[in-house]
């Protein structure tokens, strides 16, 4: 299998294990810490950062790690199917970033968790780095 295809077929492993991965997450967390008791209406921005203040900062960590855990997830999973190549792991990373950005300018979240933007690349090459790694020491122990 040519790179390209091993890039195509990583990425698109790499994106269904990370959303997966993320939405998991994202179910604990409702577990953990339920959500408000009234739905926040995305669509009255008054109201939807009125209710924003009142967010437990538990629940912002519990999403934060989501991204950070699907991000990882879904990088090591391209990586392990477009072995040796990196390249599936940062176009994981990329289109969750894109995703993530998409999320950010549809519903309503705080000004500062924009910063959220920044862990998906590093995380799915962190994911890429950890399963060549493991790869590297096996091959050392044959």
């Known amino acids: 299998m040519n790179a390209l295809s091993k890039t195509i077929l990583?990425?698109?492993?790499?994106?269904?294990?990370?959303?997966?991965?993320?939405?998991?997450?994202?179910?604990?967390?409702?577990?953990?810490l339920p959500p408000p008791s009234k739905a926040i209406d995305h669509g009255n921005q008054v109201e939807a950062a009125e209710?924003?203040?009142?967010?437990?900062?538990?629940?912002?960590?519990?999403?934060?790690?989501?991204?950070?855990v699907g991000?990882?997830?879904?990088?090591?999973?391209?990586?392990?199917?477009?072995?040796p190549l990196r390249?599936?792991?940062l176009c994981t990373g990329a289109?969750?970033?894109v995703m993530g950005m998409w999320n950010l300018l549809t519903l309503t979240h705080p000004a500062w968790f924009w910063i959220t933007l920044?862990?998906?690349?590093?995380?799915?090459?962190?994911?890429?780095?950890?399963?060549?790694?493991?790869?590297?020491?096996?091959?050392?122990?044959i």
């Open 118 to 141: 920044i862990i998906y690349i590093p995380f799915a090459l962190l994911g890429a780095g950890t399963v060549l790694r493991v790869d590297a020491k096996r091959q050392k122990t």
């Open 95 to 97: 289109v969750l970033s």
């Open 51 to 68: 209710m924003l203040k009142n967010v437990p900062a538990g629940l912002w960590f519990i999403l934060i790690l989501a991204y950070m």
């Open 87 to 89: 390249s599936a792991a």
């Open 10 to 32: 990583g990425t698109i492993a790499g994106l269904i294990s990370g959303m997966i991965t993320i939405l998991l997450v994202e179910r604990l967390q409702m577990v953990l």
């Open 71 to 83: 991000s990882f997830v879904g990088g090591a999973t391209s990586t392990l199917v477009a072995r």
